[in-house]
């Protein structure tokens, strides 16, 4: 489960009991830590350890991710997001990969990984700005099924922003896909609150 990144605010919520299940949408309590992690972030590697929480209507337990990560993946969304769009824009895997001090295979797999699923993202993000603004018009093709999706992201990321305030875009990506965007089942892309 992706919250803001900081924690203080995010101890309140779960200790306030604001937090609510995306099972069962019951009240979330705090229910220990998970294992440390470690995330490449663009300030360097960032090490902590990701609050856990039990649901105290189906019991199911969820870890609590920040949004600056997505699941499964080492390096903090922001850079990704970096990646894919200057590769949209032509820019080539191992210039990318150097520039970001990101190994070439690395970036090549969530290049692959996003392209292969355009179409769903596409659809996922246009779901959710029409839903976070119900006055929005209709979102205009940008020319390609990979330049659509980011396309998708950005209009999806401005109604949220309209909404709950500024936040990096790549954020609101995260929290919106429930961290699934590059996830290997797109079924955690498709069973988000949206
Ligand atoms: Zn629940």
């Known amino acids: 489960m992706i919250v803001c990144v900081e924690e ?76 894919i769009e200057a590769n949209v824009a032509g820019e080539g895997c191992r210039s990318i990969a150097e520039r970001l001090g990101v190994p070439a295979d690395t970036v090549r797999g969530w290049l692959r990984r996003f392209v292969g699923r355009t179409e769903l993202i596409r659809a996922l993000f246009t779901r959710c700005a029409l839903a976070l603004d119900p006055m929005l018009g209709s979102v205009l093709p940008a020319g390609s099924g990979v330049a659509d999706a980011l396309e998708a992201l950005a209009v999806a990321g401005r109604a949220w922003a309209l909404r709950f305030g500024p936040r990096p875009v790549w954020q609101i990506v995260s929290r919106l896909s429930a961290g699934g965007l590059l996830a290997r089942n797109t079924s955690s892309l498709a069973t988000t609150w949206w």
């Open 8 to 83: 203080a605010r995010v101890e309140a919520e779960l200790v306030g009991g604001l937090l609510a299940c995306p099972s069962c949408r019951e009240v979330l309590g705090p229910w220990g830590h998970a294992r440390e992690r470690v995330l490449r972030r663009v300030s360097g590697d960032w090490r902590w350890r990701p609050r856990r929480t039990r649901c105290r209507g189906c019991a199911g337990t969820h870890v609590l991710l920040p949004d600056v990560c997505l699941l499964r993946r080492q390096d903090e969304v922001a850079v990704i997001g970096a990646a």
